[in-house]
């Protein structure tokens, strides 16, 4: 139950209230230690695509802890928004960790599948363009990007 509610809300808060979070979680669950999660695999896998595409690793980790709370918050969502300032390694961050999984469904590790990724800018199509649209005239549908790139990717 820790580990879920940690998942869910920890990447979600600014660096100074985490550890006012994570007192109020321990008054909440009282002698409660969670595990470390075993990460190795995907660990060796993000070194290897930042390797790939020539990122460096910061000397505090924050980028790779990045990753790791967006892998995790994958797990327990079915859709989520990165949000940030400019030049904050958002889209760097999802690229490492969408080849660092392709990377580990390749080698067969950790029940991971490819990842691909669909980039698009909502606010540069119509609604009907996004979701779909229904003729009133035909009675026609017509499927929006959205309905199109889910077939696809299924």
Not at 39 to 68: P, T, W
Not at 104 to 127: A, D
Request: avoid cysteine.
């Amino acid at each position: 139950m820790l580990r879920s509610i940690n998942d869910v809300n920890l990447a979600k808060f600014l660096t100074q209230d985490i550890e006012l979070y994570k007192n109020i979680t321990k008054d909440l669950f009282p002698g409660v230690t969670l595990p470390k999660p075993d990460y190795e695999k995907l660990l060796n896998a993000i070194n290897s695509q930042m390797i790939k595409q020539n990122l460096r690793h910061d000397k505090d980790g924050y980028f790779v802890m990045k990753i790791i709370q967006l892998y995790e918050m994958i797990l327990v969502r079915h859709g989520l928004m990165v949000v940030g300032l400019p030049f904050a390694g958002k889209t760097s961050i999802m690229k490492v960790l969408a080849g660092a999984l392709t990377e580990l469904s390749e080698q067969g590790l950790m029940h991971e599948m490819k990842t691909i990724i669909q980039i698009l800018n909502p606010k540069s199509v119509l609604l009907t363009q996004l979701y779909g649209n229904f003729d009133e005239v035909s009675h026609d549908w017509s499927d929006g990007i959205l309905a199109v790139w889910f077939r696809t990717l299924s």
